[in-house]
Protein backbone atom coordinates (compact mmCIF):
# COMPACT_ATOMS: atom_id res chain seq x y z
CA UNK A 1 0.00 0.00 0.00
CA UNK A 2 1.34 3.64 -0.86
CA UNK A 3 0.44 5.95 2.17
CA UNK A 4 1.11 9.60 2.70
CA UNK A 5 2.46 10.78 5.83
CA UNK A 6 2.67 14.35 6.67
CA UNK A 7 5.48 14.63 9.41
CA UNK A 8 5.69 17.47 11.97
CA UNK A 9 9.30 17.30 14.19
CA UNK A 10 8.25 20.02 16.47
CA UNK A 11 10.75 21.70 19.01
CA UNK A 12 13.39 19.89 21.56
CA UNK A 13 13.86 16.41 21.40
CA UNK A 14 10.88 15.86 18.63
CA UNK A 15 13.23 16.36 15.43
CA UNK A 16 15.46 12.90 16.89
CA UNK A 17 12.62 10.76 18.32
CA UNK A 18 10.62 11.11 14.64
CA UNK A 19 13.89 9.80 12.59
CA UNK A 20 13.40 7.33 14.63
CA UNK A 21 10.39 6.21 14.20
CA UNK A 22 10.56 6.71 10.34
CA UNK A 23 13.70 4.58 10.16
CA UNK A 24 10.89 1.86 12.25
CA UNK A 25 8.56 2.45 9.29
CA UNK A 26 10.64 2.22 6.44
CA UNK A 27 11.55 -1.24 7.91
CA UNK A 28 8.46 -2.04 8.20
CA UNK A 29 7.93 -0.88 4.19
CA UNK A 30 10.40 -3.27 3.36
CA UNK A 31 9.49 -6.22 5.20
CA UNK A 32 5.62 -5.74 4.15
CA UNK A 33 6.15 -4.72 0.89
CA UNK A 34 4.46 -1.09 1.41
CA UNK A 35 5.61 2.63 0.70
CA UNK A 36 5.36 5.76 2.62
CA UNK A 37 5.72 9.23 1.13
CA UNK A 38 6.59 11.51 3.95
CA UNK A 39 6.27 15.41 3.62
CA UNK A 40 7.73 17.92 6.51
CA UNK A 41 5.74 20.97 7.75
CA UNK A 42 6.83 23.66 10.64
CA UNK A 43 4.94 23.04 13.43
CA UNK A 44 5.62 25.24 17.61
CA UNK A 45 8.77 26.97 17.70
CA UNK A 46 10.59 26.37 14.95
CA UNK A 47 7.10 27.80 13.20
CA UNK A 48 6.93 30.78 14.79
CA UNK A 49 11.22 31.09 14.03
CA UNK A 50 10.44 30.38 10.33
CA UNK A 51 7.29 32.00 9.70
CA UNK A 52 6.36 34.04 12.71
CA UNK A 53 3.06 31.67 13.49
CA UNK A 54 3.40 28.30 15.11
CA UNK A 55 1.53 27.04 12.12
CA UNK A 56 1.02 28.16 8.87
CA UNK A 57 -2.58 27.58 6.88
CA UNK A 58 -0.28 25.93 4.15
CA UNK A 59 1.18 23.71 6.55
CA UNK A 60 -2.94 23.12 7.57
CA UNK A 61 -3.36 22.07 4.03
CA UNK A 62 -0.28 19.52 3.54
CA UNK A 63 -1.48 18.02 6.43
CA UNK A 64 -5.19 17.43 5.37
CA UNK A 65 -4.13 15.93 2.01
CA UNK A 66 -2.28 13.48 3.80
CA UNK A 67 -3.36 9.91 5.56
CA UNK A 68 -2.15 10.20 8.72
CA UNK A 69 0.10 13.13 10.56
CA UNK A 70 3.45 12.17 12.81
CA UNK A 71 4.31 13.98 15.14
CA UNK A 72 7.37 14.46 17.44
CA UNK A 73 7.00 17.25 19.62
CA UNK A 74 6.48 20.99 20.02
CA UNK A 75 7.85 23.52 22.31
CA UNK A 76 10.39 25.06 24.90
CA UNK A 77 11.49 25.61 28.50
CA UNK A 78 8.60 28.20 29.49
CA UNK A 79 10.44 30.41 31.96
CA UNK A 80 13.38 30.97 29.54
CA UNK A 81 12.25 30.44 25.78
CA UNK A 82 11.55 33.83 24.01
CA UNK A 83 8.49 31.91 22.54
CA UNK A 84 6.78 32.70 25.41
CA UNK A 85 7.10 36.31 25.42
CA UNK A 86 4.60 36.49 22.67
CA UNK A 87 1.14 37.05 23.13
CA UNK A 88 -0.52 33.49 24.19
CA UNK A 89 -2.25 32.84 20.72
CA UNK A 90 1.03 33.38 18.93
CA UNK A 91 3.10 30.44 21.13
CA UNK A 92 3.69 27.43 20.23
CA UNK A 93 0.69 25.32 21.60
CA UNK A 94 -1.35 27.22 19.66
CA UNK A 95 -0.20 25.55 16.50
CA UNK A 96 -1.23 21.91 18.42
CA UNK A 97 -4.37 23.20 19.34
CA UNK A 98 -5.25 24.77 15.89
CA UNK A 99 -4.02 21.69 13.72
CA UNK A 100 -6.51 19.16 16.41
CA UNK A 101 -9.36 22.09 15.24
CA UNK A 102 -8.74 22.49 11.85
CA UNK A 103 -8.22 18.73 11.61
CA UNK A 104 -11.28 17.75 13.34
CA UNK A 105 -9.42 15.17 15.85
CA UNK A 106 -12.13 15.95 18.90
CA UNK A 107 -11.12 11.90 19.91
CA UNK A 108 -7.53 11.50 21.90
CA UNK A 109 -6.41 8.21 22.71
CA UNK A 110 -4.10 7.51 25.48
CA UNK A 111 -3.19 4.42 26.42
CA UNK A 112 -1.53 4.06 29.87
CA UNK A 113 -0.22 0.54 31.03
CA UNK A 114 1.99 -0.63 32.94
CA UNK A 115 4.71 -2.80 30.46
CA UNK A 116 5.46 -5.96 32.26
CA UNK A 117 9.29 -5.15 31.98
CA UNK A 118 8.93 -2.34 33.12
CA UNK A 119 7.11 -2.76 36.40
CA UNK A 120 10.15 -1.62 39.00
CA UNK A 121 9.63 2.06 37.39
CA UNK A 122 6.03 2.21 38.91
CA UNK A 123 6.26 4.42 41.62
CA UNK A 124 3.10 2.65 43.45
CA UNK A 125 3.69 0.36 46.24
CA UNK A 126 4.82 -3.04 44.71
CA UNK A 127 1.01 -4.85 45.74
CA UNK A 128 -0.63 -2.48 43.76
CA UNK A 129 2.03 -2.99 40.86
CA UNK A 130 1.99 -6.25 41.16
CA UNK A 131 -1.66 -6.35 39.59
CA UNK A 132 -0.58 -4.05 36.49
CA UNK A 133 -2.87 -2.21 34.83
CA UNK A 134 -3.83 -1.05 30.99
CA UNK A 135 -6.23 1.62 30.66
CA UNK A 136 -7.03 3.73 27.27
CA UNK A 137 -8.07 7.32 28.12
CA UNK A 138 -10.33 8.62 25.83
CA UNK A 139 -10.15 12.56 25.80
CA UNK A 140 -12.39 14.85 23.80
CA UNK A 141 -9.92 17.08 22.47
CA UNK A 142 -11.63 20.14 20.60
CA UNK A 143 -14.49 21.39 22.63
CA UNK A 144 -14.48 22.22 26.23
CA UNK A 145 -12.47 24.74 28.43
CA UNK A 146 -9.53 25.01 25.92
CA UNK A 147 -11.61 26.29 23.10
CA UNK A 148 -14.33 28.75 24.68
CA UNK A 149 -14.55 32.43 24.40
CA UNK A 150 -11.85 33.48 26.88
CA UNK A 151 -10.78 37.37 27.74
CA UNK A 152 -9.11 39.24 30.31
CA UNK A 153 -10.21 42.67 30.95
CA UNK A 154 -10.74 45.02 34.01
CA UNK A 155 -14.04 44.73 36.04
CA UNK A 156 -14.51 47.49 38.45
CA UNK A 157 -10.96 48.28 38.78
CA UNK A 158 -10.03 44.85 39.34
CA UNK A 159 -8.49 42.50 36.66
CA UNK A 160 -10.88 39.68 35.71
CA UNK A 161 -10.14 36.62 33.21
CA UNK A 162 -12.87 34.39 32.27
CA UNK A 163 -12.62 30.76 30.39
CA UNK A 164 -15.54 29.02 29.25
CA UNK A 165 -16.47 25.43 29.21
CA UNK A 166 -18.81 24.82 26.59
CA UNK A 167 -20.16 21.28 25.15
CA UNK A 168 -23.00 20.75 23.16
CA UNK A 169 -24.70 17.58 23.06
CA UNK A 170 -23.73 16.15 19.38
CA UNK A 171 -19.95 17.31 21.03
CA UNK A 172 -20.35 14.66 23.63
CA UNK A 173 -21.98 11.35 21.89
CA UNK A 174 -19.28 11.60 19.04
CA UNK A 175 -16.66 11.09 21.64
CA UNK A 176 -18.93 8.83 24.07
CA UNK A 177 -19.61 6.60 20.55
CA UNK A 178 -15.82 6.11 20.39
CA UNK A 179 -15.15 5.76 23.61
CA UNK A 180 -17.61 2.56 23.40
CA UNK A 181 -16.49 1.28 20.36
CA UNK A 182 -13.05 0.37 21.80
CA UNK A 183 -14.27 -0.69 24.78
CA UNK A 184 -16.12 -3.28 22.39
CA UNK A 185 -12.52 -3.97 21.56
CA UNK A 186 -10.70 -3.94 24.92
CA UNK A 187 -12.51 -5.29 28.09
CA UNK A 188 -15.62 -3.80 27.57
CA UNK A 189 -16.21 -1.06 30.33
CA UNK A 190 -16.54 2.74 30.15
CA UNK A 191 -15.97 4.81 33.41
CA UNK A 192 -17.09 8.16 32.24
CA UNK A 193 -15.72 10.76 34.26
CA UNK A 194 -17.10 14.16 35.35
CA UNK A 195 -18.03 16.63 37.73
CA UNK A 196 -21.74 16.57 37.84
CA UNK A 197 -22.50 17.73 41.57
CA UNK A 198 -20.98 20.90 40.37
CA UNK A 199 -20.95 21.57 36.51
CA UNK A 200 -23.83 21.87 34.25
CA UNK A 201 -21.56 20.90 31.02
CA UNK A 202 -20.88 17.66 32.79
CA UNK A 203 -24.51 16.96 34.01
CA UNK A 204 -25.02 17.18 30.01
CA UNK A 205 -22.12 14.67 29.68
CA UNK A 206 -23.47 12.09 32.04
CA UNK A 207 -27.02 12.44 30.89
CA UNK A 208 -25.56 11.94 26.83
CA UNK A 209 -22.95 9.26 27.90
CA UNK A 210 -26.21 7.55 29.46
CA UNK A 211 -28.29 8.09 26.26
CA UNK A 212 -24.91 6.13 24.22
CA UNK A 213 -24.92 3.75 26.85
CA UNK A 214 -28.11 2.15 25.78
CA UNK A 215 -26.97 0.94 22.07
CA UNK A 216 -23.69 -0.95 23.87
CA UNK A 217 -25.22 -3.33 26.42
CA UNK A 218 -22.23 -5.68 26.44
CA UNK A 219 -20.55 -2.69 27.39
CA UNK A 220 -20.45 -2.14 31.04
CA UNK A 221 -20.99 1.97 32.31
CA UNK A 222 -19.92 3.65 35.47
CA UNK A 223 -19.78 7.51 36.16
CA UNK A 224 -16.75 8.85 38.31
CA UNK A 225 -16.66 12.10 39.48
CA UNK A 226 -13.06 13.55 38.29
CA UNK A 227 -11.74 14.18 42.06
CA UNK A 228 -12.43 10.87 43.05
CA UNK A 229 -11.01 9.44 39.82
CA UNK A 230 -7.60 11.42 40.21
CA UNK A 231 -7.82 9.47 43.65
CA UNK A 232 -8.52 6.03 42.21
CA UNK A 233 -5.64 6.16 39.99
CA UNK A 234 -3.11 5.84 42.22
CA UNK A 235 -5.20 3.51 44.76
CA UNK A 236 -6.49 1.10 42.20
CA UNK A 237 -5.45 1.58 38.30
CA UNK A 238 -6.25 -1.97 37.95
CA UNK A 239 -10.20 -0.85 37.86
CA UNK A 240 -9.96 0.84 34.61
CA UNK A 241 -10.77 0.16 31.08
CA UNK A 242 -11.72 2.75 28.68
CA UNK A 243 -11.71 6.19 30.52
CA UNK A 244 -13.82 8.44 28.93
CA UNK A 245 -13.95 12.31 29.22
CA UNK A 246 -14.05 16.24 28.57
CA UNK A 247 -10.67 17.98 27.30
CA UNK A 248 -9.17 19.45 30.70
CA UNK A 249 -9.95 16.31 32.55
CA UNK A 250 -8.44 13.79 30.33
CA UNK A 251 -5.64 16.47 30.03
CA UNK A 252 -4.53 16.41 33.54
CA UNK A 253 -5.92 12.30 34.31
CA UNK A 254 -3.68 11.19 31.30
CA UNK A 255 -0.65 12.86 32.29
CA UNK A 256 -1.55 11.22 35.53
CA UNK A 257 -1.81 7.81 34.53
CA UNK A 258 1.35 8.32 32.39
CA UNK A 259 3.74 8.88 35.40
CA UNK A 260 1.67 6.19 37.39
CA UNK A 261 2.65 3.75 34.27
CA UNK A 262 6.61 4.77 35.25
CA UNK A 263 7.23 5.24 32.34
CA UNK A 264 6.15 8.27 30.07
CA UNK A 265 8.81 8.04 27.07
CA UNK A 266 6.96 4.68 26.50
CA UNK A 267 3.57 6.00 26.05
CA UNK A 268 1.86 6.83 22.63
CA UNK A 269 -1.16 8.64 21.49
CA UNK A 270 -3.53 8.85 18.70
CA UNK A 271 -6.05 11.85 17.78
CA UNK A 272 -8.91 10.74 15.45
CA UNK A 273 -11.36 12.42 13.18
CA UNK A 274 -14.59 10.48 12.33
CA UNK A 275 -12.79 9.29 9.06
CA UNK A 276 -9.69 6.85 9.29
CA UNK A 277 -7.44 9.74 9.35
CA UNK A 278 -5.41 11.23 12.31
CA UNK A 279 -2.50 12.36 14.30
CA UNK A 280 -0.38 10.38 15.90
CA UNK A 281 1.98 11.83 18.52
CA UNK A 282 4.09 10.54 21.85
CA UNK A 283 2.50 11.55 25.34
CA UNK A 284 5.38 13.43 26.65
CA UNK A 285 6.48 16.90 25.60
CA UNK A 286 9.34 18.38 24.12
CA UNK A 287 12.16 18.12 26.76
CA UNK A 288 14.10 20.83 25.63
CA UNK A 289 16.83 20.21 28.47
CA UNK A 290 18.02 16.69 26.42
CA UNK A 291 17.49 18.35 23.02
CA UNK A 292 20.19 17.04 20.67
CA UNK A 293 22.26 14.69 23.15
CA UNK A 294 20.96 11.74 21.85
CA UNK A 295 19.47 10.97 24.97
CA UNK A 296 15.56 10.82 24.51
CA UNK A 297 13.50 7.81 24.52
CA UNK A 298 12.24 7.52 20.74
CA UNK A 299 10.07 4.56 22.18
CA UNK A 300 6.78 6.37 22.92
CA UNK A 301 7.04 7.60 19.22
CA UNK A 302 7.45 4.63 17.35
CA UNK A 303 4.50 3.37 19.18
CA UNK A 304 2.63 6.17 17.78
CA UNK A 305 3.53 5.13 15.03
CA UNK A 306 2.38 1.49 15.69
CA UNK A 307 -0.78 2.88 16.06
CA UNK A 308 -0.64 5.22 13.02
CA UNK A 309 -0.53 1.47 11.10
CA UNK A 310 -3.54 -0.19 13.07
CA UNK A 311 -5.77 2.82 13.21
CA UNK A 312 -5.26 5.26 9.98
CA UNK A 313 -3.99 2.36 7.72
CA UNK A 314 -5.63 -0.74 8.72
CA UNK A 315 -2.07 -2.61 9.17
CA UNK A 316 -2.86 -4.39 12.23
CA UNK A 317 -0.21 -7.17 11.43
CA UNK A 318 2.48 -4.39 11.04
CA UNK A 319 1.62 -2.49 14.17
CA UNK A 320 2.09 -5.91 16.15
CA UNK A 321 5.49 -6.12 14.35
CA UNK A 322 6.51 -2.93 15.44
CA UNK A 323 5.07 -3.68 19.23
CA UNK A 324 6.39 -6.64 19.40
CA UNK A 325 10.00 -5.28 18.65
CA UNK A 326 9.88 -2.85 21.11
CA UNK A 327 8.66 -5.63 23.61
CA UNK A 328 12.02 -8.09 22.62
CA UNK A 329 14.06 -5.06 22.63
CA UNK A 330 13.16 -4.46 26.48
CA UNK A 331 13.18 -8.12 27.58
CA UNK A 332 16.63 -8.28 26.05
CA UNK A 333 17.51 -5.76 28.63
CA UNK A 334 18.17 -2.26 26.69
CA UNK A 335 17.15 1.04 27.99
CA UNK A 336 17.52 4.45 26.97
CA UNK A 337 18.25 7.01 30.23
CA UNK A 338 14.57 7.39 31.52
CA UNK A 339 13.70 3.60 31.84
CA UNK A 340 17.45 1.84 33.13
CA UNK A 341 17.40 -0.27 35.52
CA UNK A 342 19.98 -1.99 37.05
CA UNK A 343 21.30 -5.03 34.93
CA UNK A 344 20.59 -3.01 31.70
CA UNK A 345 22.51 -2.12 28.90
CA UNK A 346 21.86 1.82 28.59
CA UNK A 347 21.77 3.08 24.98
CA UNK A 348 20.96 6.13 23.05
CA UNK A 349 18.57 7.30 20.53
CA UNK A 350 19.54 6.32 17.69
CA UNK A 351 21.08 2.94 18.80
CA UNK A 352 17.19 1.93 20.08
CA UNK A 353 16.28 2.89 17.16
CA UNK A 354 18.32 0.63 15.19
CA UNK A 355 17.66 -2.07 17.55
CA UNK A 356 14.08 -1.70 16.92
CA UNK A 357 13.91 -1.64 13.19
CA UNK A 358 16.45 -4.66 12.87
CA UNK A 359 14.35 -6.32 15.07
CA UNK A 360 11.24 -6.33 12.83
C1 LIG B 1 -1.32 17.77 25.80
C2 LIG B 1 -0.67 19.09 26.09
C3 LIG B 1 -1.46 20.16 25.37
C4 LIG B 1 -2.88 20.08 25.85
C5 LIG B 1 -0.90 21.58 25.53
C6 LIG B 1 0.52 21.66 25.09
C7 LIG B 1 -1.77 22.60 24.84
O1 LIG B 1 -0.63 19.30 27.44
O2 LIG B 1 -1.34 17.36 24.62
O3 LIG B 1 -1.80 17.14 26.74
O4 LIG B 1 -3.18 20.49 26.95
O5 LIG B 1 -3.71 19.56 25.14
MG1 LIG C 1 -1.28 17.69 28.63
Redesign the pocket.
Known amino acids: MNKKITVIRGDGIGPEIVTEAIKVLDKVCEKFGHSFEYTDILMGGCSIDACGVPLTDEAVATAKAADAVLLGA ?2 GNTSTSPWYKLEPKLR ?2 AG ?2 KI ?1 KELGLFA ?1 LRPALLFDELKDACPLRAEIAEKGFDMMIM ?1 E ?1 TGGL ?1 FGDRRTEVVDGLETAVDTLIYNENEIRRIARKGFDIAMKRRKKVTSVDKANVLDSSRLWRKIVNEVAKDYPEVELEHMLVDNAAMQLVRDPAQFDVVLTE ?2 FG ?1 IL ?2 EAAMVSGSLGMLA ?1 ASLNDTKFGLY ?1 P ?1 H ?1 SAPDIAGQDKANPLATILSAAMMLRYSFDMDKEADAVEAAVSTVLKEGYRTGDIKAEGCTVVGCRQMGDLIASRI
Open positions: IGPELLRNRLYNMDSDSESG
